[in-house]
């Protein structure tokens, strides 16, 4: 069966976020896969090893990059967004 969408950006963009899994957002925000790796399938494996999205946030750098796929740029992408994630929060809660 062909994908409909050659990259879940696209995806995103067609149809919405709602319609993306987890691992296609990681996917978007990892932007690319490895040699050996699509970045879906990289999503897969930290969803696989962290169980959700939200055991993935607050993990450390070098824990991330225990990860297939993900070495230090990617593992800062993934922490990056958890941490912008964690300051929206903070935000709405003083309601700023």
């Not at 050659?6 to 963009?13: C, L």
């Amino acid at each position: 069966m062909k994908k409909e969408y050659q990259h879940p950006g696209g995806k995103f963009r067609r149809v919405g976020p709602d319609a993306c899994s987890e691992k296609e957002l990681l996917a978007i925000i990892f932007n690319s896969g490895t040699k050996n790796l699509t970045a879906e399938e990289i999503g897969e494996k930290l969803l696989d090893k962290f169980g959700t999205v939200y055991n993935i946030a607050g993990k450390r750098l070098c824990d991330l990059m225990e990860v297939e796929g993900i070495g230090p740029v990617k593992a800062t992408q993934v922490a990056a967004v958890f941490e912008l994630t964690k300051r929206i929060i903070r935000h709405i809660e003083r309601g700023d």
